[in-house]
T-cell receptor
Framework: AQSVSQHNHHVILSEAASLELGCNYS??????LFWYVQYPGQHLQLLLK??????LVKGIKGFEAEFIKSKFSFNLRKPSVQWSDTAEYFC????????????FGSGTRLQVQP | DSGVTQTPKHLITATGQRVTLRCSPR?????VYWYQQSLDQGLQFLIQ???????AKGNILERFSAQQFPDLHSELNLSSLELGDSALYFC?????????????FGPGTRLTVL
């Protein structure tokens, strides 16, 4: 079974700082990778996804992520965070034939201070 | 708005009771997924239905069951409720394509068991 690790549980940044959230997964086969964001009191929204092709994917709100197959990683980045980016971020993977259910990491709570 | 609707938004009930959570997928989506989000377990996949049939099972308790109806809406039934079942229950839906589909999440039902 696949698993997802997010090593940063709580990150505090000032506005305009750069962001990188780590995500590692364990699965030997082909994977689809996702980053979701959950703003306070809201549902999960997709930030970006990687299925195949260019390993550097761009998502909404200026976020991007890089898939590094050799490192089993899919880190999320943003060059300059805003107060409105305060939220919880989840990395997720689905993998294997017929396995479309998502396995989520434990989440990273990002707090951006004005 | 993801197009996925869930009712009710909040549910407060007592231990030992039974509740039904309802989900309507996005128009045209055949797959429905149920996830549980709790403080101690994080986001966990419970069960998936595709076009009325159970497709995959995750960490779903025997006290829980689900079904998908001909109009594609789905219901999650939770019985003999325990305090530990208090959580946010999300429904997600995805399209007709095979593996790797993006999942769209509903706003969730917050269940409180007293």
């Amino acid at each position: 079974a696949q698993s997802v690790s997010q090593h940063n549980h709580h990150v505090i940044l000032s506005e305009a700082a750069s962001l990188e959230l780590g995500c590692n997964y364990s699965y030997g086969g082909t994977v689809n990778l996702f980053w979701y964001v959950q703003y306070p009191g809201q549902h999960l929204q997709l930030l970006l996804k990687y299925f195949s092709g260019d390993p550097l994917v761009k998502g909404i709100k200026g976020f991007e992520a890089e898939f590094i197959k050799s490192k089993f990683s899919f880190n999320l980045r943003k060059p300059s965070v805003q107060w409105s980016d305060t939220a919880e971020y989840f990395c997720a993977v689905n993998a294997g034939a017929g396995r479309r259910a998502l396995t989520f990491g434990s989440g990273t709570r990002l707090q951006v201070q004005p | 708005d993801s197009g996925v609707t869930q009712t009710p938004k909040h549910l407060i009930t007592a231990t030992g009771q039974r509740v039904t959570l309802r989900c309507s997928p996005r128009s045209g989506d055949l797959s429905v997924y149920w996830y549980q989000q709790s403080l101690d377990q994080g986001l966990q996949f419970l069960i998936q239905y595709y076009n009325g049939e159970e497709r995959a099972k995750g960490n779903i308790l025997e006290r829980f069951s689900a079904q998908q109806f001909p109009d594609l809406h789905s219901e999650l039934n939770l019985s003999s409720l325990e305090l530990g079942d208090s959580a946010l229950y999300f429904c997600a839906s995805s399209g007709q394509r095979e593996s790797g589909d993006e999942q769209f999440f509903g706003p969730g039902t917050r269940l409180t068991v007293l």
